[in-house]
């Protein structure tokens, strides 16, 4: 469903991503069987319905008017592997420590290359859609997972290939919308990316102090999940800050398309509502092996910012309008805090007194 693409990996690079590629191709499981008649209708279908889709997110969100409209793009899981490898390489350049020169660094590059194709494949069977602002603006819709979800969730196909685009052309929105969004999103991925070594060897040092401190925090009731929390005690202080920042900007982006989906409405999207409620649970559900993987990998953590990220919007159009909402576009500085996404008040109050 893609058009193969050549991928060249920058020397010195601490992952090998044709690596990563060719081992997340192998890896990723097989998507449905599809009769080719029905394959062909579902990529012209899905082709289409972005164009839709993004003039319903544009009415309702008021972003966007007068900017061009390019089309979607309808891949495969292996295609999605490549195009999602270009990414992260292109958002990662220069950010991660250089790998070593000689047999050592091919050693290490390679081994950080399968171990990125292992969680890609991972991803590659779940992954609906995506907006990659760093990869060229591409907005990418995974076809065989978006009739995998649909048959599994017993949906109608037309309403819930819809409601899938409405959340990627929102994401595309932010970014075309928002010029400032892209480059300061790259830059605190890159600055939080480049002090790992730094907090790592930090925290070693400290060691014992971080034991007693995510035991103490596992003892309180409304402690994170275990992941995050030890993440966050392994960083230093500056970086936790960045750490802060991404994880606001990552919960408003994620939780906004949520909210649009669901708020364009029935008379886009006819069931949205049984669509809302199937795939909640299809979100928490899965095997015990499957549920580890997706905390290992921060899954899990992702879908609770959907929902926070979605009260969030909710709570700010309710009491400001959309016009209203929309302030937080207007700068780095407008952007909530960490804090504010489970307390919209005080952003209301800190952004418009």
């Known amino acids: 469903m893609e058009a193969a693409t050549e991928f060249r990996r920058g020397a010195g690079s601490p ?3 044709s690596l990563a590629i060719s081992t997340g191709q192998r890896l990723v499981r097989r998507g449905p069987d599809v009769p080719m008649a029905e394959a062909e209708a579902t990529v012209r279908q899905l082709r289409d319905a972005t164009d839709v889709a993004e003039g319903h997110v544009r009415d309702l969100t008021g972003l966007g008017h007068g900017l061009p409209l390019p089309p979607g793009e309808v891949v495969d899981r292996p295609g999605w592997i490549r195009a999602a490898a270009e990414g992260l390489e292109v958002l990662t350049e220069g950010a991660l420590p250089r790998s070593y020169s000689g047999p050592v660094g091919a050693v290490m590059s390679g081994s950080a290359g399968v171990q990125a194709g292992m969680v890609l494949a ?3 069977s779940r992954v609906l859609g995506q907006y990659d ?8 819709l995974v076809a065989p997972n ?27 929105l932010q970014f075309t919308a928002v010029p400032w969004l892209k480059e300061y999103f790259s830059g605190q991925v890159r600055k939080f990316l480049s002090g790992m070594d730094d907090s790592a060897a930090s925290a070693l040092n400290r060691f014992p102090d971080v034991i007693k401190e995510a035991r103490r ?16 005690l392994l960083q230093s202080a500056e970086q936790r800050e960045v750490f802060d920042r991404l994880i606001a900007l990552s919960t408003l982006l994620e939780g906004h398309a949520d909210f649009v989906m669901d708020a364009v409405g029935p008379s886009v999207v ?22 580890v993987l997706r905390t290992l990998l921060g899954v899990d ?7 926070a990220g979605a009260k969030f919007t909710k709570h700010v159009v309710d009491r400001a309008g959309m016009d209203g909402f929309n302030a937080v576009w207007t700068s780095a500085e407008t952007l909530p805090l960490r804090s504010e996404i489970t307390d919209p008040d005080a952003w209301l109050r800190r952004v418009q007194p």
Not at 133 to 140: A, E, M, T, V
Not at 148 to 158: F, N, T
Request: aromatic share 8%.
């Open 270 to 291: 006819p069931t949205v509502d049984v669509i809302r409620s199937r795939f909640t649970e299809r979100r928490r559900g899965g095997g015990l092996l499957d549920r």
């Open 301 to 307: 953590a992702k879908v609770k910012q959907y929902a």
């Open 146 to 172: 978006i009739i995998g979800a649909q048959r599994a969730l017993d949906v109608p196909a037309g309403d819930f290939r819809m409601w899938v685009c409405l959340h990627e052309c929102t994401h595309r």
């Open 133 to 140: 602002p760093f990869n060229d603006g591409r907005l990418l």
């Open 122 to 124: 991972f991803l590659g």
């Open 15 to 17: 992952v090998d991503w």
């Open 217 to 232: 925090r596992s003892l309180e009731p409304d402690a994170s999940s275990g992941p995050v929390t030890l993440m966050e």
